[in-house]
């Protein structure tokens, strides 16, 4: 069978890495793909969200799966675009319809949906630029720190947490009146702040039936310590210490059994995964936000630790046939540390050669942000590459992830050293 996996990140790098090791699958493609995915898959250059040219690479080249990997293309509806066509409608596609997309492509529809069904997480009001004085009076309401979230898609950087109420007004007006992230901020939610520590559980469905994925944490914040900017991510660790089997079943019980639940009664036919942010305060777990996808760093740590078929269990999500299926999960903790670009995330540069990472030995080097320009592998995005090691413990994971570092170059590189400092 030929599958075709869209996007170019370190994500999509792990699920040709785990896919590429599947008996069932003929050829792999890559749309577009970086310079690791080059290395066991065939990549082709075209945007994901560009649907007749994805028609185009599915047709010519026999593609009997596709797997999508970032949020855009689902919100765009590449789903429904690939049902409606004659050509394509029998092929199956990895990821929820436009509908189901809408839990990330809307926070508001989000929190309205974990309202409706009864599933735990922040009161929230949302706001635009016609209510904006409700908007101060509810910020006012509230303790600090305060949340603010743009309600559309604004490329992981639509969230603000403010400790100061002058500020969080100030930034509130700059979101809906200066469209500070563009559309995305025409409407905002803001939410009381969660008190406790964040994690994220992965679960895969076929719209019937679900299995929960391993859980996992990473580390938004550019500066050790959890501190600067938000980021897409500069690190994961899978499984999270404290997410035993006790807390599991809570989020089974309280989280993913009422979403999958809430889909079905709203008449969404969800076939993929759904990312859950949590908050676990003192072991009861409360939602943060859903994304419709795997998360990057995350799929760097979780993918590598299943050690059944990935396609296999694709395979159930396409047939709705995922209840007969069963995979197994390596006992040992996965890290995975990020390496960004200079001045990442702000404005970087682009083009900077990378050397080095041929020579690693005990981790997975995961491409992100990567190209091949005149036979060299080159820097082409914030985040460049993400170090994945296996060990016994989180401190054994993590040094082989930092030893391998030791033998990556690249002009201004940058990484956090503290990954996992809140769980060692």
């Known amino acids: ?23 069932r699958i003929s050829k792999l493609f890559v749309a577009p ?6 290395e066991i898959a065939i990549n082709v250059n075209i945007n994901p969200t560009d649907f007749k040219a994805v028609k185009k690479i599915v047709l010519d080249n026999q593609i009997q799966m596709v797997v999508v990997g970032p949020e855009a293309p689902l919100v765009a509806g590449i789903h429904d675009f690939f049902l409606s066509d004659d050509e394509l409608k029998n092929i199956p596609v990895i990821g929820p319809k436009k509908d189901g997309a809408l839990l990330e492509g809307s926070k508001d529809f989000s929190k309205q949906f974990m309202q409706k069904h009864g599933i735990p997480t922040a009161k929230y009001q949302s706001f635009t630029k016609n209510n904006l004085s409700e908007g101060f009076e509810f910020l006012e309401t509230l303790q600090p720190p305060y949340v603010l979230k743009a309600d559309g898609l604004a490329a992981g950087k639509g969230v603000l947490i403010l400790n100061s109420l002058e500020e969080a007004k100030s930034e509130l007006e700059e979101m809906v009146s200066n469209q500070k992230f563009g559309e995305a901020s025409s409407t905002v939610v803001i939410e009381e702040f969660l008190k406790g520590i964040e994690l994220s559980v992965f679960v895969l469905t076929d719209g019937k039936s679900y299995k929960i994925l391993p859980s996992a944490k990473d580390y938004k914040r ?68 859903y994304n419709v996808r795997m998360g990057d760093p995350e799929t760097e740590v979780v993918i590598p630790r299943i050690e059944s078929d990935l396609f296999d269990l694709f395979e159930g999500v396409a047939n709705q046939t995922l209840d007969e299926k069963s995979f197994q999960v390596s006992s040992k903790t996965a890290t995975t540390v990020m390496l960004v670009s200079g001045g990442y995330p702000n404005d970087y540069e682009k083009n900077k050669e990378i050397s080095g990472f041929e020579s690693v030995e005990n981790s997975i080097v995961f491409h992100a942000g990567t ?26 994971a993590l040094s082989k ?12 590189m940058y990484f956090r050293k503290d990954i996992g400092f809140d769980l060692l």
Request: charged share 20%.
């Open 1 to 23: 069978m030929n599958v075709l996996i869209l996007g170019s990140g370190g994500r999509e790098h792990a699920f040709a890495y785990k896919l590429s090791e599947s008996k």
């Open 222 to 289: 550019i500066g050790e310590g959890d501190t600067g900017l938000n980021t897409g991510g500069m690190g994961a660790i899978s499984p999270v210490p404290f997410a035993d089997t006790t807390f599991i079943k809570k989020v089974e019980d309280l989280v993913v059994k009422p979403t999958i639940a809430g889909l079905q009664k709203d008449g969404i036919d969800y076939r993929g995964f759904i990312f859950i942010g949590l908050m676990n305060d003192a072991g009861n777990p409360s939602v943060v936000e």
């Open 401 to 412: 992830s930092y030893k391998s570092i030791d033998n990556i170059c690249f002009d201004k």
């Open 33 to 38: 793909g970086n310079a690791g995915t080059q």
């Open 371 to 396: 190209s091949i320009n005149n036979g060299k592998v080159v820097t082409n995005g914030g985040r460049v590459m993400a170090i994945t090691s296996f060990g016994n413990t989180i401190d054994e």
